[in-house]
């Protein structure tokens, strides 16, 4: 058989939560990829300059860190996790609406900070939800999870494809290399130029921009995720005056599986108990029982944040400048040819996603991330070596999605493991993977600026950083298996003299009425 019966039992017992919380992380891929190829028919829309729209970026991306380090605090309570998850889905399809009237910058900055925090609310309640109900077995639902991500950042180019813009503003008059040099000479002269050098042309007669339809349809595409959470509430009998009146019954294996997940749960309840669980990273260091634990504890948090933190920031650097990166000299590539990059590396994270599910069940989480983060050092470097080769950039692109695609998923499921469902793990990698994204896509749009030739070498130096942390991280973590290896002979050495003792007194009770 494929997959073990008992995940097999353990799915179809989870089954509509799993499927729901997948279903919202499709809503957050639709919400993180459609500002790349909209971003210059958002410009126009906005009559804004390429260094004001870039605030865009950020805001989102800001909110998004916000949203998911405080997003911890709604998962004490299923009714509180769920009606966050169904509150931030309807966010995004209403923000997706009203996109097509932000007519100034600061509006649209404004209804993309919103996003960001919905994002970052289904961002940390959907990983820690998934983790808390498979434990140990959630590496395989984790990929699977992510691949919606990749799948969500794949339509929504898709959909707004067809309702760009050909020439930016209506610009028919010049090419796609001239308007290249004229953002070119844009960023080099800024922020010191004159308002007049940084805003693009907007001749009179241009094209008219047809985005806005690109909106309304993934607005209606994404309605039914908050439709599929509110039922999910109606089913487990979370919303007041719509509740079942019978509950549903369980089969025998689905029973087995409850019974065995009761006495699993109480003794990880009573871990997160002892060590705060998986709540908001806040309150993660604000908790007096975590003094107790070992340096290793505690690098594996920081560790495991790092790597995410690089490679996430790959992730977000390239699928933002990739096109970038296409149309400039050497490679000047046409504006059409080029946007399908960032598609491309989408679909590539999609399928790395996808065939990553029956490899998370096939091999260890460990086993994967090393492959994976030898393979985008590799092909970064091949990146940088054929960095004017226009088949190889296509070619490489994909390839860099793959390997980067089940990172995240795979390192949030080994750093769990190691720490036994105990600590914040969760809650940093989201936080500091949502980090990454921020802060590598203002160091990358800075250095691209002085060459095109900088972005392959800024993928290789984070790809490498980011290994050299891995490696850290194998190390700390062996030293904590050995931590808990001697707590638990320790704890073993007290029961036995303990139980001893017990035996001895209960002889003697039974030899003291003979004797008498």
């Not at 607005?219 to 719509?242: D, G, H, K, S």
């Not at 793990?425 to 990358?444: N, R």
Request: proline share 4%; hydrophobic share 45%; glycine share 8%.
């Amino acid at each position: 058989m494929f997959l073990d019966e008992r995940i097999v039992t353990l799915f179809k017992r989870n089954a509509h939560h799993t499927l729901t919380y997948w279903s919202v992380f499709f809503s957050f891929g639709l919400c993180i990829a459609f500002l790349g190829p909209t971003i210059l028919d958002l410009q126009c829309q906005t009559n804004s300059t390429l260094s004001q729209i870039t605030w865009v970026f950020f805001a989102q991306q800001f909110c998004l860190l916000i949203g998911s380090s405080i997003a911890g605090v709604f998962k004490k309570t299923l009714f509180r996790a769920l009606s966050a998850l169904f509150v931030s889905a309807l966010t995004i399809s209403i923000i997706f609406a009203i996109i097509p009237v932000c007519n100034n910058v600061l509006m649209l900055a404004i209804a993309m900070a919103v996003s960001g925090f919905a994002m970052g609310i289904i961002d940390t309640i959907a990983n820690i939800q998934l983790v808390t109900i498979y434990q140990r077995d959630s590496a395989v639902f984790l990929q699977a999870l992510h691949f919606f991500i990749g799948f969500g950042a794949l339509v929504s180019p898709l959909i707004a494809d067809p309702f760009l813009s050909e020439t930016g503003c209506g610009n028919h008059t010049g090419n796609a290399t001239e308007i290249t040099d004229h953002l070119r000479n844009m960023l080099k002269n800024s922020p010191i130029a004159g308002h007049d050098i940084t805003q693009l042309p907007h001749p009179e007669g241009g094209e008219e921009s047809n985005v806005h339809y690109a909106f309304w349809i993934m607005a209606l595409i994404n309605l039914p995720v908050p439709l599929a959470v509110l039922f999910l509430m109606y089913r487990e009998q979370l919303i007041p005056f719509c509740t079942s009146k019978t509950p549903r019954l369980l089969d025998k294996d689905e029973l087995a599986m409850e019974n065995q997940q009761g006495a699993e749960g109480t003794d990880v309840e009573e871990k997160e108990h002892e060590t705060g669980g998986h709540g908001d990273i806040f309150s993660c260091f604000r908790n007096d029982n975590l003094s107790g634990m070992p340096v290793s504890f505690f690098m594996i948090h920081i560790l495991g944040g790092g790597v995410l933190f690089m490679t996430d920031g790959i992730v977000g650097a390239y699928a933002g400048f990739v096109y970038t990166y296409g149309v400039s000299p050497p490679l000047s590539l046409p504006n059409k040819t080029a946007g399908y990059l960032a598609s491309i590396f989408w679909a590539a994270i999609t399928v790395g996603r996808l065939l990553s599910i029956p490899l998370a069940y096939r091999f260890q989480p460990v086993r994967l991330l090393m492959f994976s983060l030898a393979g985008a050092i590799v092909t970064c470097l091949m990146l940088l070596i054929f960095y004017d080769n226009r088949p190889f950039l296509f070619a490489g692109t994909g390839l860099c999605g793959l390997f980067l695609s089940c990172i995240f998923p795979c390192m949030l499921a080994y750093t769990e493991d190691i720490l036994d469902y105990q600590g914040c793990a969760t809650s940093v990698l989201v936080t500091s993977a949502g980090m990454g994204e921020m802060v590598m896509q203002v160091v990358v749009g800075s250095i691209i600026q002085k060459g095109s030739y900088s972005f392959p070498l800024c993928g290789v130096v984070i790809a490498c950083i980011g290994f050299i942390l891995f490696i850290a991280l194998l190390l700390f973590s062996r030293m904590h298996q050995n931590y808990l290896t001697g707590t638990s002979k320790k704890s073993t050495m007290v029961e036995e003299p303990a139980t001893e003792q017990n035996g001895s007194a209960k002889t003697e009770q039974k030899e003291e009425p003979e004797s008498s």
